[in-house]
């Protein structure tokens, strides 16, 4: 589960350790280290990971946007390593492997950072790359991977080829993500799989409109997301994570000079797409408790309201060992 989704307040870690256990859920990621403890104190992130160790929940956490020619978008991470982003990496690494956490999420920016003409996109990806080739290997000294999601920014092409760039880089797959650049999901997984370290779960429905598609975000099984085949093709080591979008974002690929910013999509996945994509979706999106608990029953957990405590489902599952 990711904390902003659990059913609940869940002001502290015993909160929400309580509701990812009555959600079914064995993993738990949190916005930060500092949401564990504000000044990264060893004492309380140790205590952390021992109530979580308790709770049977493995934590993990959001580091943040790591872009150098978009600092603005790093600069709380960046304050954490007195003004270096690198030296931030690093000690965010030390704290997490304090707090029992092997993996930290990141990005590399938003979606409106890839038709920025000021600082076109490849060359983001060029810097990011080169950084995160740096970044990996410090975050490694702590035994602490780098997990780069697929966000709406990054094409599933971009992302393998940052992984290669930076060896030891690993993706968390939102297949949700890649339809807002033209991605079939289903394709889409077939190609990074086997660099993936989480899975991210939700779903959409696409509507057509005048400029192209609308992205609607719908409860898990209701959208135009393979699940069926994609949890098909993971393996036991693949963290699955439920992950309820906020944002319902245009596709506007009949806009003049918008196919030039997302040169990977191709005639056979828009082909895909508008098999699925329909006249008119919902006028209003199912409500993030309904989403929450269609996903969890659609993961092999129930919803939150049915689940007696100390159960668990499918929700989520160890990561085991490194992929390769």
Known sequence: MILRDLPGENRDLADALSATTRAGASRLQVPSLTWLS?????GELIRAGADAATAGVELTATLGVV????????????????GSLLSGVGRVARAARLAGI???HITVGALDDRTDTEVPFGEQLASAGRFLAEAVTVAAESGVRLVLK????MSSHEAVALTDVAPGLLL???PVNLLVGLEDPVVAARRVLNVTHTLFVDDAALERTDRGFARHLVPVGTGVVDWKTILGLVTASCAITLDLHRAAFDVPFLDDGWLSYEPHASVPELLALSRVAVPSAPQTDASPRERFARGAAALGGRPVQ???PGERGVLAVDTGEPES
Not at 38 to 42: F, G, Q, S
Not at 70 to 75: Q, T
Not at 150 to 153: I, L, S
Request: glycine fraction near 6%; avoid cysteine.
């Open 150 to 153: 697929t966000h709406e920014e």
């Open 306 to 308: 049915d689940q007696t």
């Open 102 to 104: 092997d993996a930290l």
């Open 67 to 82: 872009n150098p020619r978009r600092p603005e978008r790093s600069a709380a991470l960046a304050e954490l390593g007195e």
């Open 172 to 174: 968390g797959f939102s």
């Open 38 to 42: 504000e000044a990264l104190d060893p």
